[in-house]
């Protein structure tokens, strides 16, 4: 009998993922896992949290214990990076050794920094993608009296918080007139605006940033369009992501914001799959394509993956979740809205603990909940109920949502 052998380009947590499921889906032919960074998979969001201000040890990023791999006869290859996909022979050559053979072929090459022109990574300009870089960022935090963020997105807020709580001295510039304004619409960006400022962040909007240099002796130099120049310490570049789907264009894949995929993660090739940053999915629940940078996905995907590459026919509908913490603001958002969809809140957006709903064509798309921890599901299931509302009710906080 042959055994399969199914391939993971990717070790981070979708990648680590997939091959947990088609264990625990019990798979018993080989698996590879094969990623370009030294580190064994691990999770993304303590790196602008937990990690980078000190309150996680290093241990407790990792998606799962050194010795899980070899317990669980998974071949992970580290420092190893995919260079080709050939469809035709079912093989991926790699930077070291002979090509990898497979049946079945993942892909969870997830996405890096976008880069901003002039100020990449080698230029000594601070970017937070991988743990390498919020351990620069710690080492920075501790020597640094002011620096610089390009970008107040969700990231560039989080490493603020962490840059106040360590007493650095933080100007974030960004083009919109809100961080985030285009996500949450004014009111609700409006409050994580408040909060940095509250705590002491100089907040820079409606201004872009016309160029940045970078000196390893005397520090960074931020220049904005108009003339202005901010002198820094250091500059932290956090404008986005961009899906690594390079290797699935040259292997002839449909690439289009990220690799399509049907609902069931399956690519235009059956025997190829997506999953993670990089999957652009059908979702039955949404009724439409959708690609998005969450933790969340790239935990929940891989078990609908793995169960269709055993032959089964599972697919992914759900909502995307996402969540922050910054200062004393904890946040989770589930669901999905246009920037221009109708925001409705209840609660205290001053405190702030409050909730806020994104609807379209009267009904609730989407919905966050800021320091309020047991409404979540009540808010998912008025998501799927998919009914238009009463907006009078449901910004009254004494009404159930059950009831709006
Ligand atoms: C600092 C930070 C904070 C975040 N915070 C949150 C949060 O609070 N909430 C939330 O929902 N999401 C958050 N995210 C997003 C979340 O971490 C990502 O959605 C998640 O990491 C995606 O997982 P993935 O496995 O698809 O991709 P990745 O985590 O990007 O892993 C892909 C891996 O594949 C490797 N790779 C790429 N190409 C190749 C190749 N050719 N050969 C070999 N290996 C390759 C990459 O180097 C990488 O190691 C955060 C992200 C960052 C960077």
Redesign the pocket.
Same mark, same amino acid.
């Given at each position: 009998m042959t055994v399969s052998k199914f391939v993971i380009?990717?070790?981070?947590?979708?990648?680590?993922?997939t091959a947990q499921a088609l264990r625990d889906k019990g798979f018993d032919g080989q698996i590879v896992v #094969?990623?370009? +960074?030294v580190e064994r998979?691990y999770?993304?969001?303590?790196?602008?949290?937990e990690y980078?201000t000190g309150k996680a040890e290093r241990d407790s990023v990792f998606v799962h214990d050194a010795a899980w791999y070899a317990e669980h006869d998974v071949d992970l290859r580290t420092d190893?990076?995919?260079?080709g996909i050939d469809r035709v022979s079912k093989t991926v050559s790699?930077?070291d050794g002979d090509p990898v053979a497979y049946d079945k072929l993942v892909l969870?090459?997830?996405?890096?920094?976008r880069e901003f022109p002039g100020a990449g990574r080698d230029t000594g300009a601070y970017y937070?993608?991988?743990l390498e870089?919020?351990d620069r960022l710690r080492e920075l935090f501790r020597v640094a009296r002011k620096i610089v963020l390009v970008g107040g997105g969700? #990231?560039g807020l +989080?490493v603020a918080a962490a840059a106040r709580g360590a007493g650095v001295e933080v100007v974030i510039v960004e083009p919109e007139e809100l961080p985030l304004i285009r996500i949450l619409g004014r009111r609700v960006a409006q409050v994580f605006a408040d909060l940095q400022v509250r705590h002491g962040v100089e907040l820079r909007t409606g201004v872009k940033v016309a160029a940045v240099e970078v000196d390893a002796g005397s520090g960074a130099l931020v220049r904005l369009e108009g003339g202005e120049t901010i002198a820094a310490d250091a500059v932290v570049i956090g404008i986005g992501?961009v899906p690594?789907t390079?290797?699935a264009e040259a292997a002839g894949l449909s690439v289009s914001n990220g690799v399509e995929v049907d609902a069931g993660l399956r690519t235009s090739d059956p025997d190829v799959f997506a999953?993670?940053?990089?999957?652009n999915a059908e979702n039955p629940a949404l009724g439409r394509r959708i690609r998005?940078?969450?933790?969340?996905?790239?935990l929940n995907q891989p078990a609908v993956a793995a169960a269709n590459m055993l032959g089964g026919d599972e697919v992914y509908q759900r909502l995307p979740?996402?969540?922050?913490?910054q200062y004393e603001l904890g946040m989770e958002y589930v669901g999905y809205a246009d920037g221009d969809a109708d925001v409705v809140t209840r609660g205290d957006l001053a405190k702030p603990e409050f909730l806020a709903f994104w609807l379209e064509d009267g009904k609730v798309v989407a919905g966050m909940n800021v320091n309020i921890w047991d409404q979540g599901d009540a808010i998912k299931a008025l998501i799927a109920s998919g009914r238009v509302v009463d907006q009078a009710k449901l910004a009254d906080p004494d009404v159930s949502l059950a009831d709006v």
């Open positions: 380009i990717g070790a981070g947590l979708a990648g680590a993922k #094969i990623g370009d +960074e998979p999770e993304r969001p303590p790196l602008s949290k980078l190893t990076v995919v260079t790699v930077s969870a090459t997830g996405s890096r920094s937070l993608r991988r870089d919020s969700w #990231i +989080e992501a690594n390079e290797l999953v993670g940053d990089i999957a998005v940078e969450h933790w969340a996905n790239a979740y996402f969540y922050t913490d």
